[in-house]
């Protein structure tokens, strides 16, 4: 059976059109399972009934008469169980209804199977058979495999509009990724083809090596200038700190990265482009392959920068649409930052991407532009959207293709709303985030560009929460030496100086090897990363906590924060090192005074040894995205399961009182970093248990600076209380929704269903 399986999906998914489709389906189903019928309802929601769509073996005419509501007849209770329904005898079933058109009369056996996508139900699947017999196990999980098959066909069907009667009469198909950008926009769909296939390059042994090495720095330099064009074009829209990504651009191009690794190749008997195609290739394979969604994500910047310099060495031009309508909405495989330079930013509606999650460079600057953007849209047909009618929802990770026009009216007046808010919460960003009862909170950034600066932040933030120190790691062949680390560091600890600055040792490992330090293992999410890679590497610990500790002379803002700690022997391994690294600097006549140390809460093994670690370092750092993602086992980025990602779930929220307690308890100071602290009912709650510092990205600044500045360190833990009585994460969103309804804050949280 797998091998007919095997071809009829392939046959299916080779089909010219959606009726080719099932009508292929339909009859391989039948040759297959030896059945006298096989049929396709379709639930059409407009008569909010069950249509025979397509069938071989009942009367032909019967086909779009025939419907039945939920829950009617034998095909209707399969829907409304959304369960399989196996019967030797149909007919003596209480919910059998007959009809005379179909001429099913004569068949007893029956079994359907309903067919669902992202959860909503779609349709029913059928077989029949005059035979009065049971279909075994392994028929009905065929015929199963065969609706989940199914499923995606029609979700294609629904965005390019050739089965508008699966959503609504007028159209209206429904997508569902993961929210990258916040933020709502209407508009017009421009579909972007990557500039250039670095899977389709050929071999070829070069005549003149000197020749090629020549084209490859000629065209390097032309993207560069692009990149450079591209980030001027950029500088009056976004900070400085946005900015900085397309400097990381530049030094991914430069001599010590992809040119001289793609050098190599050349003088090793490989053409420019088959040259480049391999490194870009290579460097792509192992950052697809990490846990960490920042540096995942770094994958998508290599393969852009890859298409870009292979279309100057083919002498083509990237592939980009000669006019952006207004409200453009860009939707590729991949949406590069250098391309968002192209558009022009009053054209600019919003972003949608099929690869790429909240943790890509686009996001960033898609936050710092204030577009929305919805990514790992997985199920979107690409090249029939050009030019149909878009809401893109960066809130829910929503995206409506050729949307009613009451919906439209909708989002509308709440793109309206979100305008004027904006403009009100900047008047104030300057003013202190504190407490209608004096309750003061410390707000802090997280950052993890390789050239970041805090001038415009410095008088709204308390410093750095977070600063992640992967990036030098990336953008080279080798480990970085101490004097270029140190040289990174400095610029961060100067830029936000007196503030401090918590830089996070540096985090790979498992499935997020370098180039240059591949790790291969069954199971990289819980295998060797973190804190463990660096304590068995301690020469590589060394010259990074060197390097900080030389960046922080005479500033005094560092702060050493341990990553992806689960135990407190790793804790005294990092700090004997640490010391070591003064001492050693010490003897080189350099008077480093011991900084701040503080482990990352994000393991939940370490939510059982805060006492044991509290004698050990001096603050904690919760990750509580990392922390949601191990208490639930979910992976925020992978839209199949991103809806059982939740922050506020009851026992996320119940781990986070605890620790908030304990280390009141033992005296040690304790932030959060995460979607939590920058959402603004979600920083309630932690100020609620007692956090006094939330570290979020800048643009959550101002709704949470609001949010604590209107509400009461009372109130604040009043609505802890009642929210930690409640039982799922439905009923918490619910309730801190009326509760700052209540307060009249409701403006203040993403607008919902």
């Known amino acids: 059976m797998l091998e007919i399986l095997r071809r009829i999906i392939q046959e299916v998914n080779g089909a010219r059109s959606l009726d080719a489709a099932l009508a292929t389906m339909v009859r391989r189903i039948r040759k297959a399972m030896r059945a006298d019928v096989c049929s396709f309802y379709l639930y059409d929601a407009d008569q909010k009934a069950l249509v025979l769509m397509e069938t071989i073996g009942l009367r032909t005419q019967a086909v779009g008469h025939v419907a039945l509501p939920i829950g009617e007849g034998l095909v209707g209770t399969v829907a409304r169980r959304e369960e399989p329904l196996n019967l030797e005898d149909a007919q003596s079933h209480p919910n059998f209804r007959y009809f005379e058109a179909t001429g099913e009369e004569r068949y007893s056996s029956f079994l359907g199977v309903p067919i669902i996508h992202q959860r909503r139900m779609l349709g029913v699947l059928v077989v029949q058979q005059a035979e009065r017999r049971r279909y075994d196990e392994e028929e009905e999980a065929f015929l199963v495999t065969m609706a989940a098959q199914l499923a995606g066909v029609l979700a294609h069907a629904i965005a390019t509009g050739s089965l508008s009667q699966l959503a609504r009469p007028d159209g209206q198909a429904t997508f569902i990724g993961v929210a990258a950008s916040p933020g709502m926009a209407i508009g017009e769909a421009v579909v972007l083809a990557p500039p250039a296939d670095l899977d389709s390059v050929p071999d070829l042994v070069p005549s003149d090596v000197e020749y090629e090495i020549a084209r490859l720095k000629e065209a390097i330099g032309q993207v560069k200038e692009d990149i450079r064009a591209a980030g001027e074009r950029l500088a009056n829209r976004i900070s400085a700190q946005e900015l900085a990504l397309f400097e990381v651009y530049q030094q991914m191009l430069g001599e010590a990265a992809l040119s001289q690794e793609v050098e190599k190749r050349i003088r090793e008997g490989q053409w420019a482009p088959g040259a480049l195609a391999d490194v870009v290739r290579r460097h792509v ?67 949608v991407s099929v690869r790429g999650s909240s943790n890509s460079h686009v996001a960033i600057i898609a936050r710092a532009m204030g577009i929305p953007l919805v990514s790992g849209m997985v199920d979107l047909p690409l090249p029939r959207l050009g030019g149909a009618k878009l809401i893109v929802d960066g809130h829910r990770g929503r995206l409506f293709v050729r949307p009613a026009p009451e919906l439209i009216s909708h989002y509308q007046s709440q793109i309206n709303e979100e305008r004027a808010l904006s403009a009100l919460l900047e008047n104030e960003q300057d003013l202190p985030s504190v407490t209608p009862d004096n309750h003061s909170m410390t707000l802090m950034v997280n950052t993890g560009l390789a050239v970041d600066t805090g001038a415009s932040l410095k008088s709204r933030i308390g410093g750095v929460g977070l600063y992640r120190t992967e990036v030098p790691f990336m953008i080279t062949e080798r480990f970085p030496g101490e004097q270029e680390q140190m040289r990174m560091y400095r610029e961060q600890l100067e830029s936000f100086a007196p503030l401090p600055v918590v830089m996070r040792t540096l985090d790979i490992g498992g499935d997020k090897d370098l180039p240059y330090f591949p790790i291969e293992e069954a199971n990289p999410f819980l295998g060797w990363r973190g804190i463990r890679v660096t304590l068995d590497h301690p020469e590589v610990l060394m010259v990074q906590v060197r390097a900080m500790l030389r960046a922080s002379l005479g500033l005094d803002n560092l702060q050493i924060l341990l990553p992806m700690v689960s135990n407190v022997e790793e804790v005294d391994d990092a700090l004997r090192l640490i010391d070591r690294a003064i001492d050693e600097l010490g003897e080189e006549g350099l008077d480093v005074s011991r900084p701040l140390i503080g482990v990352m809460i994000e393991v939940p093994a370490t939510l059982y040894q805060l006492e044991a670690l509290s004698r050990r370092v001096d603050f904690f750092s919760v990750g509580s995205n990392d922390l949601t993602q191990y208490l639930l086992a979910v992976d925020r980025n992978n839209p199949r399961v991103a809806e059982l990602y939740d922050s506020c779930h009851p026992a996320v929220l119940l781990a986070l009182y605890r620790l908030a307690t ?13 979607e939590l602290a920058g959402d603004p009912a979600g920083a309630l709650l932690l100020m609620g248990m007692g956090f006094q510092t939330l570290s979020m990205n800048v643009p959550s600044l101002p709704r949470v600076r609001a949010a604590i500045r209107r509400v009461s360190a009372k109130a604040a833990t009043e609505l802890l209380t009642e929210t930690l009585a409640l039982d799922s994460p439905k009923e918490v969103r619910h309730h801190l929704n009326m509760r700052l309804k209540g307060w009249k804050l409701a403006h203040l949280l993403p607008p919902r269903d």
Do not use: F, N
Request: glycine fraction near 10%; hydrophobic fraction near 30%; charge should be negative.
């Open 662 to 674: 304990e280390s009141q308890r033992l005296g040690v100071p304790t932030s959060v970093c995460g």
């Open 285 to 351: 394979q192992y950052l697809e392959r990490v846990d960490d969604d920042y540096l995942r994500e770094r994958a998508a910047d290599v393969r852009d920068l890859g298409r870009r310099v292979l279309a100057h060495l083919q002498e083509e031009s990237p592939r980009t649409p000669d006019e952006y309508p207004h409200g453009t909405v860009l939707i590729g495989d991949e949406i590069s930052v250098a391309l968002l330079g192209e558009v022009p930013r009053e054209r600019l509606g919003g972003l």
